[in-house]
């Protein structure tokens, strides 16, 4: 492998090595648009409910209104809403915590196959002068 080859591998093209502004611009646009949500959701509706009701609550209102019997009940109802919020942030840290150890994984299995690419392009044997394979062989012939 040519050595300008090998140059170009080892760049970082990431986002922000040539650019240090973006990663603080995408920072102040994400609280930016976190706020203006949060302003514009805590407008009371004009019902007098809140802004930020559940989606599950609205489908579940929606489908009494048009006359739907619910088919099943819940296994498993907390006592209280605390408790809801505690399962439901846990089962969130639990899928959370599944899906960084597998885009772990597989940035690390990528990240070892090109260094074990990298490992035997610089020590294969087309790399090595005629005059140290010949070397080698003589040795080897004259020991035996």
């Known amino acids: 492998m040519p050595e300008n080859t090998v140059a170009k591998a080892h760049r970082d093209s990431s986002l922000t090595s040539k650019s240090k502004w973006v990663t603080p611009v995408i920072i102040v646009l994400v609280v930016g648009l976190f706020i203006i949500s949060m302003v514009l959701g805590a407008k009371k509706t004009s019902?007098?409910?809140e802004g930020f009701g559940g989606t599950d609550d609205a489908a579940a209102?929606?489908?009494e209104k048009?006359?739907?019997k619910k088919w099943i009940e819940?296994?498993?109802?907390?006592?209280s809403s605390e408790v809801e919020s505690g399962l439901f942030a846990l089962q969130a840290a639990l899928g959370a915590g599944i899906v960084g150890?597998?885009?772990g994984r597989m940035s690390g299995?990528?990240?070892g196959r090109e260094?074990?690419?990298r490992a035997s392009d610089l020590n294969s044997v087309d790399d090595v002068p005629q005059a140290a394979v010949t070397s080698s062989e003589d040795t080897s012939?004259?020991?035996?």
């Open 101 to 103: 150890y597998a885009l």
């Open 66 to 68: 048009a006359g739907a």
């Open 115 to 117: 260094e074990a690419e």
């Open 47 to 49: 019902g007098g409910e």
């Open 61 to 63: 209102e929606a489908a």
């Open 141 to 144: 012939t004259s020991k035996s």
């Open 74 to 79: 819940p296994i498993f109802e907390p006592n």
């Open 109 to 111: 299995r990528t990240k």
